[in-house]
Nanobody
Framework: QVQLVESGGGLVQPGGSLRLSCVAS???????MGWYRQAPGKQRDLVAT???????NYADSVKGRFTISRDNVKNTVYLQMNSLKPEDTAAYYC???????????????WGRGTQVTVSS
């Protein structure tokens, strides 16, 4: 079965950096991958996406601070987060378009999330 596993979250001081990783396994025909985040009591919002040819897209709130990248051989997406602010505190979820079989329907798959807390 398809699995997406995030890592790299944690506690960091304002102005600090973290690098999130997400590995997708047992997945075929991988398309766009990306990251969303959800703070307590709020909706899940887009952070960044990247197409399978490497075209990125960012939420305005993270432009210039976050960088998304991917390794198509490893089916892994990364999120480098610099100049972190307290308002970046949230659970970060990765997702990937893909299919469970070589011929199956392509849908969005989600990870279980990794917590990022920015606090002094």
């Amino acid at each position: 079965q398809v699995q997406l596993v995030e890592s790299g979250g944690g506690l960091v001081q304002p102005g600090g950096s973290l690098r999130l990783s997400c590995v997708a396994s047992n997945i075929y025909r991988v398309g766009t991958m990306g990251w969303y985040r959800q703070a307590p009591g709020k909706q899940r919002d887009l952070v960044a996406t990247i197409t399978n040819v490497g075209t990125p897209n960012y939420a305005d709130s993270v432009k210039g601070r976050f960088t998304i990248s991917r390794d198509n051989v490893k089916n892994t997406v990364y999120l480098q987060m610099n100049s972190l602010k307290p308002e970046d505190t949230a659970a970060y979820y990765c997702y990937s378009v893909g299919s469970a079989t070589a011929w199956g329907l392509r849908i969005n798959y989600w990870g279980r999330g990794t917590q990022v807390t920015v606090s002094s």
